[in-house]
């Protein structure tokens, strides 16, 4: 099956700038996510990019991709305690009858300290 | 507000029983989806389904059963051939006329089983 490698855990100071990291295998996927999962809770769509984009930017977040090495990663700029979480990302994985489904990596525990 | 309802978000249930989940879905979305999730992994796909009476199997799908009787609900029973099944229980759904539209997930079930 097709993987979706992440690291697991990134701790970073309140004000600074932190760097998700995810490495994916399918090269026809069309769409890549980001969601955030906060203690106790479902996954909320943070981003996705297309991927015919290099990078995709939406406020205190940056995507950056690089399909030729299959590598995404998510920037959150200004970092706040409120952005602990664990943060997942996740690509489009079409079936033999055309289906899309997502495949998700297993996450990668944000913890940010005052 | 349009969202995704699971019920319970706490569920406890002896060995050998089999027990439903319950995922209903207000977004007029045609499909949905249930994922697994342990412990510092990631989601696993159970089973999904993008019309009303028709279903695939996911990646995970022995032990489970599902039923699309109506677009709004599709439950989830795990039953006693599971071997596992202590884990957070996700639901989610999609809207098929957006192309690879993201997934929009509910707050999950946990599941224990003793």
């Known amino acids: 099956g097709e993987d979706v490698e992440q690291s697991l855990f990134l701790s970073v100071r309140e004000g ?72 997942f990302c996740a690509e489009s994985i079409s079936d033999d009858s055309g289906y899309s489904t997502l495949t998700f990596g297993k996450g990668t525990m944000l913890l940010v300290s005052p | ?43 696993r796909l159970i089973y999904y389904s993008q019309i009303v009476n028709d279903f695939q199997k996911g990646d995970i799908a022995e032990g489970y059963s599902v039923s699309r009787e109506k677009k709004e609900s599709f439950p989830l029973t795990v039953t006693s051939a599971q071997k596992n099944p202590t884990a957070f229980y996700l639901c989610a759904s999609s809207n098929l006329g957006l192309k690879n539209s993201p997934l929009h997930f509910g707050n999950g079930t946990r599941l224990t089983v003793t």
């Not at chain 2, 349009?2 to 319950?22: A, C, D, H, M, W």
Request: hydrophobic share 30%.
């Open chain 1, 16 to 87: 600074d700038s932190s760097v998700i990291n995810c490495t994916y295998t399918d090269s026809s996927s069309t769409y890549l996510y980001w969601y955030k999962q906060e203690p106790g809770a479902g996954l909320q769509l943070l981003t996705y990019i297309f991927s015919n984009m290099d990078m995709k930017q939406d406020q205190r977040l940056t995507v950056l991709l690089n399909k030729k090495d299959k590598h995404l990663s998510l920037r959150i700029a200004d970092t706040q305690t409120g952005d602990s979480a664990i943060y």
């Open chain 2, 1 to 43: 507000d349009g969202g995704i309802t699971q019920s319970p978000k706490y569920l406890f249930r002896k060995e050998g029983q089999n027990v439903t989940l319950s995922c209903e879905q207000n977004l007029n979305h045609d499909a949905m989806y249930w994922y697994r999730q342990d412990p510092g992994q990631g989601l």
